[in-house]
C-alpha cells in the first residue's frame, strides 16, 4: 500500500500564493498518476490536477492558468504550485496516487491539509 505524506498549506490571502508538496513511499508497483484533490465544507471532493508518469497534466478549469503541478518521477513526488489564490481555493487538499488501470478513487490518499484563502 502506497503512503502518501503531504505538507504544506496554511492561510493566504486572496491573490497570495501557496506550495502544496507531496511524497510517496511503500511502492511496490509503478504509479502511473499522481495529483491532488480537494473537498471544501459541504462539497463533493474534486480533482484539482493531475500528471501521468509520461508528463500528461489535467486541470479542472477552475485553476487553469493559476496551478501549475509538477512530478519528479524518480522521487516519486508531486508539487501544486498555487498562484492568484480566490477565496473559492479555500479546502482541504488530498494527494493521491494510482496505478494504470484503476482509478484515482481506488489509489492511495494522503491525510489532507488545509488551505484557507481568506483576508
Known amino acids: 500500500q502506497v503512503q502518501l505524506v503531504e505538507s504544506g498549506g496554511g492561510l493566504a490571502q486572496p491573490g497570495g500564493s501557496l506550495t502544496l508538496s507531496c511524497a510517496a513511499s511503500?511502492?511496490?508497483?509503478?504509479?502511473?498518476?499522481m495529483g491532488w484533490f480537494r473537498q471544501a465544507p459541504g462539497k463533493q471532493r474534486e480533482l484539482v490536477a493531475t500528471?501521468?508518469?509520461?508528463?500528461?497534466?489535467r486541470y479542472a478549469d477552475s485553476v487553469t492558468g493559476r496551478f501549475t503541478i509538477s512530478r519528479h518521477n524518480a522521487k516519486h513526488t508531486v508539487d501544486l504550485q498555487m498562484n492568484e489564490l480566490k477565496p473559492d481555493d479555500t479546502a482541504v487538499y488530498y494527494c493521491?496516487?494510482?496505478?494504470w488501470g484503476v482509478g484515482a478513487s481506488q489509489g492511495s490518499w494522503g491525510q489532507g491539509t488545509q488551505v484557507t484563502v481568506s483576508s
Open positions: 511503500g511502492i511496490n508497483s509503478p504509479i502511473y498518476s
Open positions: 493521491n496516487a494510482h496505478r
Open positions: 500528471c501521468t508518469s509520461g508528463g500528461t497534466t
